[in-house]
Nanobody
Framework: QVQLVESGGGLVQAGGSLRLSCAAS????????MGWFRQAPGKEREFVAA????????YYTDSLKGRFTISGDNAKTTVYLQMNSLKPEDTAVYYC??????????????WGQGTQVTVSS
């Protein structure tokens, strides 16, 4: 059974940092992308970042480049999202996704339960 377990969310003041982690178990995703999406209240879930295990290339939504950094471990089972200079508009539930091919929801087969990130002003 595939599981994606997220951790690292929480409450932080604007300008602060958080590091999210997502650990995958049950299968390997070495031929695919793992990444992060987020969903703010009343909004659709949106792509944040992803890493391709083939070659290690990272992909970001343009508006978050420079503040967010995605990385993965050598075992290709855990992906991290370092979030710096956080803003109140970054408040959302952040979801880990795996076995993906792109930057849209329908290209990912597995999802975590989500972790809440709240940025206070």
């Amino acid at each position: 059974q595939v599981q994606l377990v997220e951790s690292g969310g929480g409450l932080v003041q604007a300008g602060g940092s958080l590091r999210l982690s997502c650990a995958a178990s049950g299968r390997t995703f070495s031929s695919y992308r793992m990444g992060w999406f987020r969903q703010a209240p009343g909004k659709e879930r949106e792509f944040v970042a992803a890493v391709s295990w083939i070659g290690g290339k990272a992909y970001y939504t343009d508006s978050l480049k420079g503040r967010f950094t995605i990385s993965g471990d050598n075992a290709k089972t855990t992906v991290y999202l370092q979030m710096n200079s956080l803003k109140p508009e970054d408040t959302a539930v952040y979801y880990c996704a795996a076995a993906g091919h792109g930057s849209t929801l329908d290209t990912y087969d597995y999802w975590g339960q989500g972790t809440q990130v709240t940025v206070s002003s």
